[in-house]
């Protein structure tokens, strides 16, 4: 059955591109992890984890276990890790599906030893990543309380340390103070785990920000010292986005943006057309007063889609090619844009909400920009019910 006509589209072969752009810019060597949380940022997970698989990757980062066992059905090759990591009960199935775990509660440790051990698994075969937090305060072990955890990575232990992990917070600040101060923590726990007598593989650090800022270089530079081999984590610029870096941008930003192509487009309709006398009221409160006569355009998405009430009497979007004002108030399903000044606008005519339509574009920072909020937001908003297709 044809469905409601708003739309996700998604340009799976630019992930793919996208991932290998990113592979050319880091080291040889480096590891790039694809981040895939959240539904692959809204744009879905089924088509984006099998692109980045296509695309070279060994491994998908997911939050939880449930995003993993997902991951798991659309991909059965990969290493996946779930970012987040394992909550009471989850241990068993995390093992089931073949899921690696971060870790640093320990709580989380003994879920998963538990679960290992119920599995009947040998010493040192259940591989975790432990995240380390060097400035964040988010998740991960303090450097000065690893001890008690790196004991427990002893010889009967069905655990084994794959890999040390942090996330940097502060990547997009060019030359800034914070990554340096949070890679010195890093090597420091580094240290006292290779001084523990542990033999992680792996240095798991840096996200979009680190890998195209410059900092990959750094990063490589330490785990080889650490005789580690680096992986780094990018999610946002396999989508095709880069973040915009404070206060200035370093030139390989700009180069890198340049290639990134974005992956999502988001479009629907017009289902409806009218004409409204000057004094017509438009929308919920009517908050929008005509003062000549207008013709309107009603299009099938809505707040409940994930397009910001705040865009109401505020935003454009596109349709042939030209800039329809959205007009008083954006409903819950339904949206009314202007297009008196747009010759020719017929019922079912495509509109772009984000994406490029003739010569003009809307990009996840215009909307991001214009609702006060990140384009990783803009993404995720959009709703489940609007369905994403492979284009
Ligand atoms: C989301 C996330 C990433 C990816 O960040 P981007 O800025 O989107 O590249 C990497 N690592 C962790 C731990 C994350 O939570």
Redesign the pocket.
């Known amino acids: 059955m044809q469905t409601r006509p708003c739309w996700v589209e998604i340009r799976t072969h630019s992930l793919e591109e996208n991932y290998r752009f990113l592979q050319s810019l880091a080291a040889p060597h480096t590891e790039l992890?694809a981040?895939v949380?959240?539904d692959a940022?809204g744009h879905s997970l089924g088509l984006c984890a099998p692109a980045a698989v296509r695309a070279g990757a060994h491994w998908l980062?997911v939050?939880s276990v449930e995003e993993g066992i997902a991951a798991r059905a659309a991909c059965p090759e990969p290493r996946v890790l779930v970012?987040?990591g394992v909550f009471p009960g989850q241990g068993a199935a995390a093992l089931e599906h073949g899921l690696t775990a971060?870790a640093w509660e320990p709580y989380q440790f003994e879920e998963l030893e538990a679960a290992a051990r119920a599995a009947g698994a040998q010493p040192g075969t259940v591989p975790v990543h432990l995240?380390i937090d060097t400035g964040m305060s988010r998740?991960g072990v303090l450097p000065a309380g690893l001890a008690p955890v790196l004991a427990r990575f002893g010889a009967a232990s069905p655990l084994k340390l794959e890999a040390v992990?942090t996330?940097l917070y502060a990547s997009d600040e060019a030359n800034g103070a914070a990554t340096t101060t949070q890679l010195a923590r890093l090597e420091e726990a580094v240290r006292q785990v290779l001084a523990a007598g542990l033999k992680p593989e792996w240095l798991n650090v840096?996200?979009?920000?680190a890998?195209v800022g410059g900092d990959a270089e750094t990063i490589a530079a330490l785990a080889a010292r650490s005789g580690l081999k680096t992986m780094m984590?990018?999610?946002?610029?396999?989508?095709g986005l880069v973040?915009r870096f404070e206060p200035e941008e370093p030139a390989d930003v700009a180069a890198a943006r340049a290639r990134l192509q974005p992956v999502l487009s988001w479009k629907t309709k017009v289902v409806g057309l009218r004409f409204i006398p000057a004094g017509a009221v438009v929308g919920y409160n009517g908050t929008f007063v005509a003062t000549e006569p207008m013709r309107l355009a009603l299009l099938a998405v809505g707040y409940a889609d994930g397009l910001d009430r705040h865009l109401g009497n505020h935003f454009s979007l596109l349709v042939r090619g030209e800039r329809a004002p959205i007009i008083g108030r954006v409903s819950m399903d339904q949206t009314v844009v202007d297009v008196t000044d747009i010759p020719g606008v017929q019922v079912g005519d495509e509109i772009v909400i984000l994406g490029h339509q003739g010569k003009d574009a809307i990009t996840a920072f215009d909307l991001a920009d214009d609702t006060e909020t990140i384009p990783?937001e803009v993404f995720t908003r959009i709703a489940p019910r609007v369905r994403r297709v492979a284009v």
């Open positions: 992890l981040i949380k959240a940022y980062g939050t970012i987040g971060v995240e998740q992990m996330h840096g996200a979009t920000a890998l984590r990018p999610g946002f610029a396999l989508y973040p990783w």
